[in-house]
């Protein structure tokens, strides 16, 4: 865990997390990788969105959501109201699964700390999890996204607001109807 310094803000103590996330050799990700992804936006954002690991594009750049799926949740966050500059985007995984395979249970294990130290950091109101992944670490359930989604579960002093993968939506046309409807819900529930 890194800890805030004393009179740290959010923005300063994130950019401790990063430089800790930039230099991980806990698991073997490291070996292949371009880049680590630590996550980018608002350190005071309201919503912060954790998707599942960075892809080919993400490791290149260093920047989470970057290639097909994340043009395609520019669009979704545009139907909540929301731009991308003021929510945070992070992942499970900071660093690339070799041919995007799934997250194995010991590196989620390994790499989760990271993900709860910026949850706290930040202290958003809303978390927005995408996918399975990301939904059963920060829900601690077995229950899939398809019987979650759309709805709020607190977890803790947090609103958890799980959708589906936007990468899994893009490619299914009923995923799509419901990621939409699930983002312009998310926009009502911040109106309040
Ligand atoms: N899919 C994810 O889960 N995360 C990214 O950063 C990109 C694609």
Do not use: W
């Not at 969105?49 to 545009?78: I, S």
């Not at 709020?152 to 990468?167: E, N, W």
């Amino acid at each position: 865990t890194v800890q805030a310094k004393e009179g740290e803000d959010s923005a300063q103590l994130l950019a401790d997390i990063e430089g800790v996330i930039g230099q991980c050799r806990r698991c073997a990700l490291c070996e292949g990788r371009t880049n680590v992804v630590p996550g980018f936006g608002n350190p005071a954002a309201r919503v912060m969105l954790v998707g599942e690991a960075p892809g080919k594009n993400e490791d290149l750049q260093g920047r989470p959501f970057v290639g097909a799926a994340g043009h395609y949740l520019t669009d979704l966050l545009a139907l909540a109201g929301l731009s991308r500059d003021e929510v945070f985007i992070a992942n499970v995984l900071k660093c690339r699964p070799p041919s995007n395979r799934d997250p194995h249970p010991d590196e989620i294990v390994t790499c989760t700390p990271y993900l709860r130290d910026q949850v706290r950091a930040i202290g958003p109101e809303f978390l927005v999890t995408m996918g399975n992944f990301s939904t059963k670490f920060i829900l601690k359930t077995e229950r899939g996204i398809t019987r979650l989604h759309g709805q709020v579960t607190m977890a803790g002093r947090f609103k958890v607001f799980p959708v589906y993968h936007p990468a899994a939506a893009l490619y299914d046309p009923t995923k799509q109807v419901a990621i939409e409807a699930d983002f312009r819900r998310l926009g009502e529930l911040l109106k309040g």
